[in-house]
């Protein structure tokens, strides 16, 4: 019996259940095939990977005790912990930012002067905060009128653009851009912002633990292992893309993406990681939250105050 409980503790221990941002696809690739590769196993983890989806917040997940650690948006990240869940930064696999703003060229969108009086597609939950920063930035309205844009709370799909409901809608490179692609339209026909190329990019996807987590240096020792298996599996994904694609499908229980889908985000989300090691960029963190602290109001509530402690290297310190 004391052999069973030693071993019960020992692979509880050495446990890690990370809850994604969103579905199964090829945003996450480097997981699932640091996974299938056998990577964790070889640094001793047994990790278990949960989907994320449209009622499931990461934020809300691991502040509930669901995960070890989550992957998530720097911005929504910052949010959570000024309202009281204290998320901790502990690793950045996206070097690159990968959120657009998708325009019809027929809707009369050129550059960002024609933006006034249009009918613009935003993501909420957490993913609204960038654009509410650009717009400030620009000095446009989220009211409406002749002088500012009217928001549309957009679902998860490209419908508002296919469907001449907005003139322009949010979109990321390597998932709904592709879609609009695939509808039937031209590069030729759309006007694509990058949010990074306006000054607005914030981080995407990085790894975040709560802050009292990394008081045990058994726990930081288990994520320094979790974090370097999982960079060998996106350097893997890079390295092998069209491989990479099948173990995300063969990881998708929904089959509701295609390989050729999944291939297409692999390669797209190869194009953020690229050059990054896992180790955060103190400037990339410092360019985000400027750019939320310069656009402070009631519609962008990320954070009203600098952070404090909302980044550590204590992990990537180990690889």
Not at 32 to 50: H, R, S, T, W
Not at 144 to 165: C, H, R, S, T, Y
Not at 297 to 315: L, M
Request: charged share 20%; with cysteine.
């Amino acid at each position: 019996m004391a052999l069973s409980a030693s071993g019960a503790a020992f692979a509880q221990d050495n446990s890690v259940t990370l809850q994604l941002k969103w579905v199964t696809q090829g945003q996450f690739a480097g997981y699932y095939v640091a996974q299938a590769k056998g990577f964790y196993e070889e640094e001793g983890l047994n990790v278990e990977i949960k989907p994320g989806g449209p009622d499931i917040a990461p934020e809300q997940v691991i502040a509930g005790g669901g995960a070890d650690v989550i992957t998530t948006w720097m911005a929504p990240g910052l949010a959570a912990r000024e309202r009281g869940v204290p998320l901790v930064n502990i690793a950045q696999p996206f070097k690159q930012s990968g959120l657009l703003l998708t325009c019809l060229k027929e809707a009369g969108v050129e550059t960002t002067a024609d933006f006034a009086g249009k009918t613009l597609g935003v993501w909420f939950f957490g993913n609204e905060y960038p654009f509410y920063a650009w717009m400030a930035k620009l000095g446009l309205s989220t009211e409406g009128g002749a002088d500012g844009v009217e928001v549309l709370k957009q679902a998860f799909n490209v419908d508002p653009l296919i469907q001449k409901q907005a003139a322009c809608i949010s979109t990321m490179t390597y998932n709904e851009y592709g879609q609009v692609l695939r509808a039937g339209l031209t590069p030729e026909e759309l006007t694509v912002f990058n949010y990074r190329d306006e000054g607005v990019g914030m981080l995407e996807d990085g790894l975040y633990v709560l802050e009292d987590s990394l008081k045990d240096p058994a726990f930081v020792e288990k994520m320094t292992k979790f974090v370097r298996a999982s960079m060998k599996g996106w350097d893997y994904a890079r390295a092998n893309a069209e491989e990479a694609a099948q173990i995300v499908v063969d990881n998708d229980m929904t089959g509701s993406m295609t390989l050729e889908d999944q291939l297409y985000q692999v390669q797209e989300v190869n194009k953020l990681t690229e050059g990054s090691t896992g180790v955060l960029d103190e400037a990339d963190y410092r360019q985000t939250v400027d750019t939320l602290l310069s656009a402070v109001s009631p519609e962008n509530p990320a954070i009203t105050k600098e952070p404090e402690g909302a980044f550590s290297h204590v992990v990537t310190d180990g690889l």
